[in-house]
């Protein structure tokens, strides 16, 4: 691209704009709140806000740029789709071999950035709306096999569907729940288990001590056979839609490459969701759900 300096500005009022009204919205300053936090208020979880923008130059813009695609040594390309090998040659001849390549490799850095340790507690407010959201995270460190990331994914899925049960169909206290659990590769292996509901202000404290119960009860008795076998029957037609589209090998093809793992592993995905036990959500709660260290993170609205 060239250096435009008008259309540059152009953008930069465009993201002015757009931040001024996001500074007024409680759920995207609830979400900048969270990653910053999250990330344990390193400068690279600052969120952008108006007073930086000043701050993007246009000459700094366009020598990132070109710094970041003068040398294509390590670039990674990866084809999925219905096409013959052969018909893409002289694509790649003409659109990929005359890239610049210097033949020299890139590696990342580890910039220190770590999840918080310990319990913390974290409120915050904005708007006028009588709703609140509550988002609990347990993190830590662990190892890393597909067979314990699909678990871990699954166990979140079964406590989910027994959180709903509890805090929506019989409380009737919460606008919504949900749980995810990711276990992250890089720098260091860690993972972090997310529950987040919305409800009434006044209903925060009640029903997140229902949740630790149900943390509690899952780490003594495990999921119920029930919702482990509708977590199991999911998946499965999950992984069933999931191998017709293309996106899912594309994603999963360059992660394999790019850890140095064996693609044909990927043919085992299907086995793997099928393994989930009642003592195996048990073992996970355990291993995963940490109440020693839990970040809450609370939205209410100003003036409560």
């Known amino acids: 691209p060239r250096k435009d300096s008008v259309m540059f500005e152009v953008l930069k009022q465009q ?102 340790k310990g319990v913390i507690n974290k409120v915050i407010k904005k708007g006028s709306e009588s709703k609140s959201t509550v988002r609990l995270t347990f993190t830590g460190t662990g190892q890393y096999s597909d067979l314990e990331a699909t678990q871990l994914d699954q166990m979140a899925k079964v406590l989910e569907i027994r959180l709903r049960e509890v805090l929506r169909e019989d409380q009737g206290g919460v606008y919504s729940v949900g749980v995810g659990a990711t276990i992250f590769r890089e720098p260091i292996t860690t993972y972090s288990v997310t529950i987040s509901f919305g409800c009434a202000p006044e209903n925060v404290d009640k029903l997140t001590g229902l949740v630790i119960e149900e943390i509690k009860n899952l780490k003594a008795k495990g999921g119920t056979q029930t919702n482990v076998d509708k977590v199991i ?48 959500t048990k073992e996970l709660a355990n291993r995963y759900l940490n ?10 609205p100003e003036g409560k």
Do not use: C, H
């Open 233 to 280: 029957a999911e998946d499965t037609r999950g992984m069933q839609t999931s191998v017709k589209d293309n996106s899912y090998w594309l994603y999963n093809l360059q992660d394999k490459y790019y850890y140095n793992e064996d693609p044909k592993s990927l043919l085992q995905d299907a086995a793997l969701v099928r393994k989930l036990t009642v003592e195996r």
């Open 291 to 300: 109440t020693e260290n839990i970040i809450k993170i609370v939205l209410m």
């Open 15 to 116: 993201l002015t704009a757009s931040l001024a009204n996001k500074g007024k919205d409680p759920s995207s300053v609830f979400s900048d709140s969270v990653s910053y936090i999250m990330g344990n208020y390193n400068a690279r979880r600052r969120p952008l806000t108006l007073d930086r923008v000043d701050e993007i130059k246009l000459d700094k813009a366009f020598s990132v740029y070109q710094d970041r695609f003068s040398n294509a040594s390590d670039f990674i390309f990866t084809f999925v789709g219905n096409f013959a090998v052969d018909s893409l040659k002289p694509f790649i001849e003409t659109y990929i071999a005359s890239l610049p390549s210097t033949g020299t490799k890139e590696t990342w850095k580890d910039v220190g950035i770590r999840f918080p």
